[in-house]
């Protein structure tokens, strides 16, 4: 979103991420690749670059990823989003991913922190490195959303009927933006613009039906399945039905942590829960392993959620798209698994 503000106005920028953040790690030559073209006719105004917080492979851990890939770069601004368990395996606790995503603000000398207000971990870097200037976005701050829309300082700049969506973990990148672009010199109007005519990454809550009202959204860790279920809830004509894809050859912890946030996100709605290995879309490198799938039924089983496990994920599309009513809110959640559903469900109409 940054990345389109500053297009919006007609300055030149480059960015690393694409619909499934395949690039975010600069040890990646694919981004050496980018930038070269991008610099060919003379080097972008901008760089917006995406640093991801971990990085591995072969069962060895790079540590202090996002420090030395952010020494590397020397941005002058660094946002931080959130703090949230998602490679485990990586990371051990929510402290490793702390200190992890903090390694970003410690890399550089100088230059400014732009930080969730709404999350107490990302708040408390405030103090991790003295020589930056912070600046928070969301409740109580400059940068913030109410009923009306975002607003920065005492003025609306962008009422609310003029967001592209209005779920939670949109409007919370919107404000991450804005916040972020106002320290590069744009102004309200620009951000206004930007935000206006942005349209999210694939699988970012996109709408796919209006009757029933599927939403399919690329929630894949506790935090986001909790977002984006609190947000398909919150303005329900009818029923919730959700099919989630349990995460494949990512071990047992992060679907233990995915299960826990789906069977407490759900409970007191009116809801039915479909589970899909997905096992007639996925490769070997995302297939559901026998402890995988375990050990998510027995977190939902334990929290005594009542679900349907359904092994192909286009039996269980079938099957939600049989059963919903034209009221109803169909919430697809999941990475891999759910990845090709937008175009079972578009065969399954024919």
């Known amino acids: 979103m940054i990345h389109h503000i500053i297009e919006t106005t007609g300055a030149s920028s480059y960015t690393n991420t694409d619909s499934r953040s395949e690039f975010n790690t600069l040890i990646d030559p694919v981004v050496s690749q980018q930038i070269a073209e991008a610099s060919s006719d003379g080097a972008p105004e901008f760089m917006?670059?995406?640093?991801?917080?971990?990085?591995?492979?072969?069962?060895?851990?790079?540590r202090d990823h996002a420090r030395m890939m952010t020494a590397a770069i020397g941005p002058e601004v660094v946002v931080i989003t959130n703090v949230a368990m998602d490679h485990i395996g990586l990371v051990e606790s929510v402290e490793d991913v702390f200190r992890e995503v903090a390694g970003a603000l410690r890399a550089i000398e100088s230059g400014v922190a732009v930080l969730?207000?709404?999350?107490?971990?990302?708040?408390?870097?405030?103090?991790?490195?003295?020589?930056?200037?912070?600046?928070?976005?969301?409740?109580?701050?400059?940068?913030?959303?109410?009923?009306?829309?975002?607003?920065i300082g005492g003025d609306l700049i962008i009422p609310a009927e003029e967001l592209p969506f209005r779920s939670e973990h949109f409007i919370q990148n919107t404000l991450a933006a804005a916040a972020a672009c106002l320290e590069l010199g744009f102004s309200p109007e620009d951000i206004r613009m930007g935000v206006k005519t942005y349209r999210p990454l694939k699988r970012r809550f996109s709408v796919l039906m209006t009757e029933p009202l599927v939403i399919d959204d690329f929630a894949h860790n506790p935090s986001g399945i909790r977002f984006t279920v609190r947000s398909a809830a919150a303005n329900l004509r009818g029923?919730?039905?959700?099919?989630?894809?349990?995460?494949?050859?990512?071990?047992?912890?992060?679907?233990?942590?995915?299960?826990?946030?789906?069977?407490?996100?759900?409970?007191?709605?009116?809801?039915?829960?479909?589970?899909?290995?997905?096992?007639?879309?996925?490769?070997?490198?995302?297939?559901?392993?026998?402890?995988?799938?375990?050990?998510?039924?027995?977190?939902?089983?334990?929290?005594g959620a009542s679900y349907i496990h359904v092994e192909k994920l286009r039996d269980a599309l079938r099957m939600v798209l049989d059963a919903a009513k034209p009221h109803d809110t169909i919430l697809l959640l999941g990475a891999q698994g759910m990845d090709p559903a937008a175009g079972i469900i578009d065969e399954i109409r024919m």
């Open 116 to 151: 969730n207000a709404d999350d107490e971990r990302v708040r408390a870097m405030a103090h991790v490195n003295p020589g930056l200037s912070v600046v928070f976005y969301g409740s109580d701050s400059p940068v913030r959303y109410d009923g009306e829309g975002i607003h």
């Open 48 to 62: 917006v670059i995406e640093v991801s917080e971990v990085q591995g492979w072969l069962g060895r851990v790079m």
């Open 239 to 303: 029923r919730l039905w959700v099919v989630n894809a349990i995460r494949g050859s990512r071990g047992e912890d992060i679907n233990v942590m995915n299960a826990a946030a789906l069977a407490d996100s759900l409970r007191g709605l009116n809801a039915e829960l479909i589970v899909t290995s997905s096992s007639d879309v996925v490769d070997e490198q995302n297939r559901v392993l026998e402890n995988e799938r375990r050990a998510f039924l027995g977190v939902l089983d334990e929290r």
